[in-house]
């Protein structure tokens, strides 16, 4: 009889989720002076995501045992969809909390792999993206004024 049950990670796909979530971190600080620049040009919001999403597809190749919607290339090209929409939104709604930069690189930089924690097997993984974003969120509730920042930032690249 074959076993179907779940089984525990090894070392070497742990090595590759690290991996995946460092160079997902390198990625989005490369495209962050485009994705920054989208505020003031918002013609350049369709070549940035396509960027974003050809680097976040590399790197769901080069760490394709990480996690199990890299597998394949259908799920990785969803994965990577996944990653780049929500972690391009990351980067607005953390521009919106911290106008003046005072994030500085890692403003760009955390969306991403933040996403693909949330997106990861592993609970430890996943429950740590989900903590950071619930103290985004946290410090936007604190904060209303960015919040409506936020949906009109929105609602502005979508032409609304």
Do not use: E
């Not at 994965?79 to 909390?97: E, S």
């Amino acid at each position: 009889m074959v076993d179907t049950a779940a089984k525990p990670p090894t070392d070497r796909t742990a090595w590759q989720l690290t991996a995946q979530l460092g160079w997902l971190g390198v990625a989005g600080f490369v495209t962050g002076i485009p994705s920054a620049a989208v505020l003031f040009a918002p013609i350049l919001l369709v070549p940035t995501l396509a960027l974003l999403f050809a680097l976040n597809y590399l790197v769901g190749t080069a760490t394709a045992k990480a996690t199990p919607l890299t597998a394949g290339p259908g799920r990785r090209a969803v994965w990577a969809g996944l990653v780049t929409v929500l972690g391009f939104a990351g980067v607005l709604y953390l521009l919106v909390l911290s106008p003046s930069g005072v994030l500085g690189g890692a403003l760009f930089a955390l969306p991403g792999p933040v996403v693909a924690a949330i997106l990861a097997d592993r609970w430890p993984v996943r429950a740590g993206g989900l903590a950071l974003t619930g103290v985004a969120i946290v410090v936007g509730i604190i904060n209303p004024d960015s919040m409506h920042m936020f949906g009109t930032l929105c609602l502005g690249l979508l032409g609304l």
